[in-house]
Structures are given as C-alpha cells and as structure tokens.
C-alpha cells in the first residue's frame, strides 16, 4: 500500500498550489480520502475529504471556500486545490485513505484512516 503525496512547495500569501496524491495498493474506490495537515509544534488537523465517488466533499471551517477537494478513480489519484494561501496554512500536508465500511465518510478523526502518505511540505510567506 502507498500513497504518495505531492505538489508542495513555497508560495506568497494570496498564492495557489495544488496538491496530488496517488495511490497504489489497495481498492481505491472503495475509500473515502482525506487531507490533514501538521504545523510544527500542533497536532494533526483534519483539512478535508471526500467519498469514493467524488460526489461528497467536507472542509474544515479556516479553509472551506479557499480550498477544493476532488479525485480521479480512473487515475486513483486525489487533488487539493489551495488557493487564496495564509501563513496560516504553513503545514506538511498528508493525505490518508479510509475504508468507507469502517469509517463515516468526512471524519475529522486521524485514528480512523488506515492508510497514510509521507507529507509534503506546504510554506506560505507572509
């Protein structure tokens, strides 16, 4: 199983990046995914997710209307458009991947995905 996070990198306040996430390994469309983030010195924070058909999208309250999760089946592969980018969005951000029989799709819990990818690094300068 891997997921295989991609897309950070150093942006200005007001900037966009989009991040990608592929994964290999285990049946795609039968999870939900997610996205969190870590900042130094925090824990993991929910940032969003989505169901296996792309249909359902949650978004924690700082980034909903900033940022826009979807997901490609055929590519087994999901995305996070960040746009309009805060210093407060600093973060490593991973994506995790969530049977949709044992967990409620949406979860904010980090303990209920099963599946991690390694992180990448997200900086907005001020």
């Known amino acids: 199983v891997q997921l295989q996070a991609s897309g950070g990198g150093l942006v200005q306040a007001g900037g966009s990046l989009e991040l990608s996430c592929t994964a290999s390994?285990?049946?795609?469309?039968?999870?939900?995914l997610a996205w969190f983030r870590q900042a130094p010195g925090k824990e993991r924070e929910f940032v969003a997710a989505i169901d296996w058909a792309g249909d359902m999208t949650f978004y924690e309250d700082s980034v909903q209307g900033r940022f826009t999760m979807s997901r490609d089946n055929a590519k087994n592969a999901v995305y996070l458009q960040m746009n309009s980018l805060e210093p407060e969005d600093t973060a490593i951000y991973y994506c995790?991947?969530?049977?949709?029989?044992?967990?409620?799709?949406?979860?904010?819990?980090?303990?209920?995905?099963?599946?991690w990818g390694q992180g990448t690094q997200v900086t907005v300068s001020s």
């Open positions: 390994g285990f049946s795609f469309r039968t999870y939900s």
């Open positions: 995790a991947a969530a049977s949709t029989a044992t967990t409620i799709v949406g979860s904010w819990k980090p303990h209920e995905y099963s599946y």
